[in-house]
T-cell receptor, first 117, second 114 residues
Framework: EAQVTQNPRYLITVTGKKLTVTCSQN?????MSWYRQDPGLGLRQIYY???????DKGDVPEGYKVSRKEKRNFPLILESPSPNQTSLYFC????????????????FGDGTRLSIL | AQTVTQSQPEMSVQEAETVTLSCTYD???????LFWYKQPPSRQMILVIR??????QNATENRFSVNFQKAAKSFSLKISDSQLGDAAMYFC???????????FGAGTILRVKS
């Protein structure tokens, strides 16, 4: 089954304690992305990756890091989490990051609810 | 930068009736894609319908249809014969022709009354 898998689904942690949210896709997608969802703001892009070892900032990258060492994995790293990073996080992937006319829909993971106290 | 506006934070509809969710967007580009996503309480992001800007015909998927007004930069979603399972948050989203990034609106919570 084609899917994007995020772990964990829920996490409560404390300020300053490094954490990683994993994301893995089994569709051989080139493009992967992280979004955060906040009330009244919708989903906003944090970071994205066009392919292995190619990553770039989205609209709200401050406080986050990512890596893309393998095609299937795209972890989101919070080196020193703060309460303003409490949010619902989504990983997404799609088939082609370079085909300019691709209209392939993005596949979303089931979300990770992060609470930082 | 492109922006997407959903002006209705919440909407209610009676079961079996029709409801329309509004979405407007701002872009200087002529070709792009527009989407409606449904997010039920399970938090999944489910693609409901998609519209290519270069197509004049409005997209339809079963009970879901859109009213795409390119000149007005408007992209509303009509849900006919509403069902209890339609209750969810609905997001309107924009994607440039050359790119993968989705720009989302703030969302509209749809409540369905039995």
């Amino acid at each position: 089954e084609a899917q994007v898998t995020q772990n964990p689904r829920y996490l409560i942690t404390v300020t300053g304690k490094k954490l990683t949210v994993t994301c893995s896709q089994n569709m051989n997608h080139e493009y992967m992305s992280w979004y955060r969802q906040d009330p009244g703001l919708g989903l906003r892009q944090i970071y994205y990756s066009m392919n292995v070892e190619v990553t770039d900032k989205g609209d709200v990258p401050e406080g986050y890091k990512v890596s893309r060492k393998e095609k299937r994995n795209f972890p989101l790293i919070l080196e020193s989490p703060s309460p303003n990073q409490t949010s619902l996080y989504f990983c997404a992937s799609s088939l082609s990051g370079v085909d300019p006319r691709s209209n392939q829909p993005q596949h979303f993971g089931d979300g990770t609810r992060l609470s930082i106290l | 930068a492109q922006t997407v506006t959903q002006s209705q934070p919440e909407m209610s509809v009676q079961e079996a009736e029709t409801v329309t969710l509004s979405c407007t967007y701002d872009t200087s580009e002529s070709d792009y894609y527009l989407f409606w996503y449904k997010q039920p309480p399970s938090r999944q992001m489910i693609l409901v319908i998609r519209q290519e800007a270069y197509k004049q015909q409005n997209a339809t998927e079963n009970r879901f249809s859109v009213n795409f007004q390119k000149a007005a930069k408007s992209f509303s979603l009509k849900i006919s014969d509403s069902q209890l399972g339609d209750a969810a948050m609905y997001f309107c989203a924009y994607r440039r022709e050359y790119g993968n990034k989705l720009v989302f609106g703030a969302g509209t919570i749809l409540r369905v009354k039995s």
